[in-house]
């Protein structure tokens, strides 16, 4: 079975400053899919940036961007210039890559950002 | 706009008394999923319908059942709850089967048990 983790459980980052999340990852398959989801407080999780394993290059969405190194399995998110509005708790997680019918997403425990102004 | 909608935000119920919450979503997707996501833990797929077609995880109890009556609604039923269901719930969907399809999340229910 696949894991997540997340060995941060909170971080904080003054407003416009870089901040990177960690995030590694156990699975014995070649082929699968990452994910940073953002819940911010009291509101719904939204996809914040997605990274195929087959690609190497390194997905990015403007301020947002990923570390993905396959071979280590390691799967970081830094968010440049910080804002108040990215304070939230942020998710890693995986996909396989399977069939069709395993649809499921794997979560890591998550971590807590806090924008300091 | 279009979302993903659950109700009620907050649910009591006591020990044992038979629970249901909804979730609705405007997208017209095909996949709906529901989440358990316990304290400071990561959320639990629980099961998902793929249009009417049910999909449980092998390790869902079987206090938790599912309906989806139509494309639009998807209800989580909770049997018998006992103190170990208070969590929240999420319920998310997606266009349609696929490795990259995106899961579109609900604010969730938190459910708490007395």
């Known amino acids: 079975a696949q894991t997540v983790t997340q060995s941060q459980p909170e971080m904080s980052v003054q407003e416009a400053e870089t901040v990177t999340l960690s995030c590694t990852y156990d699975?014995?398959?070649?082929?699968?899919?990452l994910f940073w989801y953002k819940q911010p407080p009291s509101r719904q999780m939204i996809l914040v940036i997605r990274?195929?394993?087959?690609?190497?290059q390194n997905a990015t969405e403007n301020r947002f961007s990923v570390n993905f190194q396959k071979a280590a399995k390691s799967f970081s998110l830094k968010i440049s210039d910080s804002q108040l509005g990215d304070a939230a708790m942020y998710f890693c997680?995986?996909?396989?890559?399977?069939?069709?019918?395993?649809?499921?997403?794997?979560f890591g425990t998550g971590t807590r950002l806090t924008i300091i102004p | 706009d279009a979302m993903v909608i659950q109700n009620p935000r907050y649910q009591v119920t006591q020990f044992g008394k038979p629970v249901t919450l909804s979730c609705s979503q405007t997208l017209n997707h095909n996949v709906m999923y529901w989440y358990q996501q316990k304290s400071s833990q990561a959320p639990k797929l629980l099961f998902h319908y793929y249009d009417k077609d049910f999909n449980n995880e092998a390790d869902t109890p079987d206090n938790f059942q599912s309906r989806r009556p139509n494309t639009s609604f998807c209800f989580l039923d909770i049997r018998s709850p006992g103190l170990g269901d208070a969590a929240m719930y999420l319920c998310a969907t997606s266009r349609d089967r696929g490795r990259s399809q995106p899961q579109h999340f609900g604010d969730g229910t938190r459910l708490s048990i007395l």
């Open positions: 699975t014995s398959e070649s082929d699968y899919y």
């Open positions: 990274q195929e394993a087959y690609k190497q």
């Open positions: 997680a995986y996909r396989s890559g399977g069939n069709f019918g395993n649809e499921k997403l794997t």
